[in-house]
């Protein structure tokens, strides 16, 4: 019992950790959150490909209200250029949902890396 309570201890401590770490970065950057929280959940819940993709847009939404806030007190962004991006971005988010549902895994995971890797490419060389 002790060993199977310090295993459930560990996990519950590295997903608290991961989690802190995937709010810091997407409140610190507005955004990218799910490049953290992904491959977490693949690898230390060993959730399905698609479950781990469902369940890191589900744990970023309140991340994403929450700094919206403080970035909304503190005025921090422009108003028209939210309100037209946020219309694309429901679009894009409810057509990605849909296509999530009939993507392989394995389709969805090497899309996946190749943003992953688009991402740290643009960032070293395109500052």
């Not at 009939?102 to 960032?123: E, P, Q, W």
Request: hydrophobic share 60%.
């Amino acid at each position: 019992f002790s060993k199977n309570w310090h295993t459930i201890s560990m996990n519950r401590l590295l997903l608290l950790l991961f989690g802190g770490l995937t709010g810091l970065v997407n409140g610190f950057f507005g955004g990218g959150g799910g490049m953290i929280i992904v491959p977490v959940l693949l690898l230390l819940k060993k959730l399905p490909v698609k479950k781990a993709h469902a369940t890191a847009i589900l744990v970023i939404l309140p991340v994403c209200l929450v700094s919206a806030f403080f970035y909304f007190s503190a005025e921090g962004f422009d108003l028209l250029t939210t309100l037209n991006v946020g219309l694309g971005v429901i679009a894009g988010g409810l057509l990605g949902s849909l296509l999530l549902k009939k993507a392989s895994n394995k389709l969805i995971t090497v899309m996946f890396a190749a943003v992953m890797a688009a991402a740290g490419v643009k960032m070293l060389f395109f500052p």
